[in-house]
């Protein structure tokens, strides 16, 4: 009875040294797999539908206003310069949450604005597409 108690404690703590073995050399791994400076970044995706959203890209400091589906990904339109600082200026806002103060409502309301009326505009532009 010894014998076999005996047994199974050691293969738990086996197991458990290989687990965390295995963890620990995932994450040494993935900092070789993870690029530093990426070109390619997702700055805000909403979804429109089960099966669509709509994101702001930015590649290579190139700001676009994309389409995802299943079936296809495509760039709807390059946005401009004023778009792009208006984006740029509310991803500085973002502040951590234990730091969160109170900010300038209008800001928010107006990047909100912005990227409803890109929304509408894709909207209408697929729907013109059917």
């Not at 047994?7 to 965390?20: D, E």
């Not at 805000?44 to 995802?68: H, Q």
């Not at 730091?99 to 909100?112: D, F, H, T, V």
């Amino acid at each position: 009875m010894e014998l076999g108690l005996n047994y199974v404690l050691k293969s738990v703590v086996a197991l458990v040294v290989i687990i965390f073995a295995a963890n620990y050399g995932l994450k040494y791994l993935n900092t070789f797999m993870t690029k530093k400076n990426q070109v390619i970044k997702v700055i805000e995706r909403t979804p429109i539908s089960k099966s669509s959203a709509l994101s702001i890209v930015e590649i290579a400091d190139t700001y676009y206003l994309m389409s995802f589906t299943d079936t296809r990904n495509e760039i709807l339109r390059e946005l401009t310069a004023e778009e792009k600082a208006k984006i740029t200026t509310s991803i500085e806002e973002v502040v951590p949450v234990t730091q969160l103060k109170p900010k300038k409502a209008s800001a928010g309301k107006k990047n909100i604005q912005t990227f409803k009326t890109l929304q509408s505009q894709y909207q209408s532009f697929y729907e013109k597409r059917k």
